[in-house]
């Protein structure tokens, strides 16, 4: 496996994003965004927000990052949100022991081995790791002591921290807990989605990867809660019609690779499991076009029964093909009434609802989608080389930090001036433009191709007399010479 990313030494040298607590001792699993990469970010954030919840008309709430037992307890995440671990005799390093035998079969090209892994439970996966001669990457010693490790960072409330806590793994249960008090807030009716956006937290074993495997990391989900006796009539403001004749890249269980089939096919066959799920699909697949991903980078992966998380009756996730192969960048579940019964149940309250005179526990769609992993699918596979002595992130201008770098072309104080004015300018027209005097102009043109921005506008002694300036193209590097007066009226 290539153990660099394509835009490892970008992201480096721009600090685009970079380990958490940098100056002490190492601590894996955590990354700060800097400027550039928070502003890619939440154009991400956006996109999904103009695509999903605002784009369905659903409703988007924040709910509280820390969950008391109870909630985990109904949810089941205490009892199985677990991952298989092992740690080696001598140096007692752990290591994820389904990730460890997966990078063995896969440096090995063992394509068998490899698919068979994702069914071995925790003790055959300890058996063959010690079958196959899997030791310790560190010393060498002998890796066992197997046991199901709790993923969730557990506290305390309170003073006397009576009260145990954990940080949540996932944003969907606050939406759970709280569905009945918006349902009837809102005067809401079945089918209905509420989504939210906000960061979770998992104690990864072995997190890795850069921002594929860390431990805190930011959800965008949705939750489309439906009355399952009903029939589809119609959801989200779309075009069913549409969505239906869309192909997508899809691996039935079973197949390694995707082939392209139409959604009305899949549902047909029962792949998808319902129109809602299709429309879920279809709006990933909107916004992977929008930031870039070009279609033949990812597909829709039908899980093995034996990768379903405890929750889920059918999960179809959404895969993007990176420098570390296909990664998991969406989760989407059929999640039947599995958790609002479960809190139902604990919590003593109905949360069934009145939906055509009757009452109703509602069944839910997700669409589960990890913010980091998109970020990096995108900067990953937007790297270009050129032959500029440079290299460049082609990115679409939806996910660009910035739409326009303006520079004065030299540090003058004319030039300074008129350069200061156009970054105004265009910041009062709402558009945020980079702006930098320090440097030769060829390695601010270099800094901003670097950062993905798509034109450089640069002043020169031509725009103090006749009002010009020359638009520099990232992808092409051509010029060309625009008025002022023109390039403002067109934002
Ligand atoms: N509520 C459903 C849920 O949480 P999931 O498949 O466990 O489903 C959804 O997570 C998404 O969160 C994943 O598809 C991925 O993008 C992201 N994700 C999960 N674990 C992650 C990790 N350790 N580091 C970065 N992103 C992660």
């Known amino acids: 496996m290539n153990n660099e990313s ?17 100056i002490y001792a190492e601590v894996g699993g955590f990354y700060d965004y800097g400027p550039i990469g928070l502003r890619i970010k939440r154009k991400i954030e956006e996109a999904w927000r103009k695509l999903f919840p605002e784009g369905m008309g659903l409703l988007e709430v924040e709910t509280s990052i820390v969950l008391p037992e109870v909630v985990l307890k109904a949810s089941g995440h205490l009892a ?50 010690s079958s196959v001669g899997i030791k310790c990457s560190k010393c060498g010693g002998s890796i066992g002591n197997p046991e199901n490790f709790n993923l969730m960072f557990k506290t305390q409330i309170g003073q006397k921290g009576t009260e145990i806590a954990y940080l949540r793994p996932e944003t969907a249960q606050g939406i759970f807990v709280d ?30 990867q850069q921002l594929v495997r860390v431990r805190e990391f930011t959800q965008m989900e949705t939750e489309i809660f439906i009355d399952k006796e009903a029939g589809f009539g119609s959801f989200g403001g ?3 019609k549409k969505i239906e004749a869309e192909r997508i890249s899809f691996a039935r269980r079973g197949e390694e690779e995707g082939s392209e089939y139409t959604i009305r096919s899949l549902l047909d066959d029962g792949s998808i499991p319902n129109e809602y799920f299709a429309i879920l699909l279809y709006k990933e697949k909107e916004l992977v076009d929008l930031l870039g991903i070009g279609k033949e980078r990812y597909r829709f992966r039908q899980l093995e029964k034996e990768e379903l998380p405890h929750y889920s009756m059918g999960n179809i996730d959404l895969e993007v093909k990176t420098s570390y192969g296909y990664i998991e ?35 839910v769609i997700e669409a589960s989608i990890g913010v980091d992993r998109l970020l990096f699918s995108v900067i990953d596979g937007a790297v270009r080389d050129d032959g500029r002595g440079w290299k460049l992130l082609a ?35 709402r558009i945020c433009s980079f702006y930098a005097e320090a440097g030769s102009i060829g390695k601010r043109y270099a800094r901003a191709d670097e950062i993905g921005i798509p034109n450089a506008i640069t002043v020169d002694f031509d725009t103090l007399k006749d009002g010009t300036v020359t638009i520099r193209d990232r992808d092409s590097s051509k010029q060309v010479r625009k008025s002022i007066d023109e390039l403002l009226r067109a934002t």
């Open 395 to 429: 990115l679409n201008s939806s996910v660009a930090p910035y739409e326009y770098a303006v520079f004065p072309l030299q540090k003058d104080d004319g030039l300074i001036k008129k350069a200061k004015e156009i970054h105004e300018g265009l910041g009062a027209r």
């Open 179 to 208: 569905f009945k008090d918006i349902y009837r807030a809102y005067g809401l009716k079945l089918p209905c989605g509420i989504s939210q956006v906000g960061k979770v937290f998992r104690n990864e074993i072995s997190p890795r």
């Open 80 to 129: 199985t949100f677990t991952d298989p671990v092992g740690v080696c005799g001598s140096c007692h390093t752990s290591y994820r022991l389904d990730k460890l035998l997966e990078e063995y079969y896969e440096a090995n090209g063992d394509g068998e081995g490899l698919g068979g892994v994702k069914k071995l439970k925790l003790n055959d996966l300890a058996a063959r790791i």
């Open 6 to 22: 394509a835009a490892e030494d970008i992201v480096k040298r721009r600090a685009i994003f970079y380990r958490s607590f940098g």
């Open 238 to 240: 779309v075009d069913f």
């Open 329 to 363: 960048v969406a989760g989407n579940a059929h999640r039947s009434d599995y958790d609002l019964s479960s809190h139902a149940k604990l919590s003593g309250e109905d949360l069934s609802v009145l939906s055509n005179e009757k009452k109703v526990l509602p069944h």
